[in-house]
């Protein structure tokens, strides 16, 4: 089946640190791939997207590339802030499913000053 | 904010009831989706809607039924209520084509506990 695998959390770093979150998918076709953040007591936000192989998203800082040679959508950020501690949700879509997203598990991300 | 609103943001009630959740989606958007958000389950999807007609099943079970409505509003009404379904449930739009792999927008969630 059609299902999502990402690096189990909490993560905790210090500002300015290096963040990489990983994540492994697993298809049939050809999915859309999603990193969305949740703040606490709030719901999802889009992050980056990109709909198809070795596309690039990008926004806040934050990179993932789609790599369908080995099926991750890693997600990356130079130097971490405070504000960016979060939960962290990688999700694909397929096209003839009708949209719906298929979250892994969530990382929880805590970024001490 | 996102444009989509839930309403409420907080239902407390007891094993056996009945409640009824709310969503508006973004305008413009024709597609609404529901998930549900747990401790031991995650993220799942349980039903799409698009333009008022049922897009997508997943994980709903049969106590939980949903609707979406001519001014594209949606309700997901859950019956016979258990302690597990003690969850945050999340509508989304988007999709204002049918199928389309475009951005969902999650709205805020209704926090619901079951006592």
């Known amino acids: 089946g059609n299902s999502v695998t990402q690096m189990e959390g909490p993560v905790t770093l210090s500002e300015e640190a290096f963040l990489t979150i990983n994540c492994t998918y697993t298809a049939t076709g050809y999915p859309s791939l999603f990193w969305y953040v949740q703040y606490p007591g709030e719901g999802l936000q889009l992050l980056l997207k990109?709909?198809?192989?070795?596309d690039k998203g990008s926004n806040k800082g934050f990179e993932a590339t789609y790599r369908k040679e080995t099926t991750s959508f890693h997600l990356e950020k130079g130097s971490v802030q405070v504000s960016d501690s979060a939960v962290y949700f990688c999700a694909l879509t397929l096209y003839n499913q009708g949209g719906k997203l298929i979250f892994g598990q969530g990382t929880e991300l805590s970024v001490k000053p | 904010d996102s444009g989509v609103t839930q309403t409420p943001k907080h239902l407390i009630t007891a094993t056996g009831q009945r409640v009824t959740l709310r969503c508006s989606p973004r305008?413009?958007?024709?597609?609404v989706y529901w998930y549900q958000q747990s401790l031991d389950q995650g993220l799942q999807f349980l039903i799409q809607y698009y333009n008022g007609e049922e897009r997508a099943k997943g994980n709903i079970l049969e106590r939980f039924s949903a609707q979406q409505f001519p001014d594209l509003h949606s309700e997901l009404n859950l019956s016979s209520l258990e302690l597990g379904d003690s969850a945050l449930y999340f509508c989304a739009s988007g999709g204002r084509l049918a199928g389309n792999t475009d951005t969902q927008y999650f709205g805020p969630g209704t926090r619901l506990t079951v006592l």
């Open positions: 990109a709909t198809k192989a070795d």
């Open positions: 305008s413009g958007d024709l597609s």
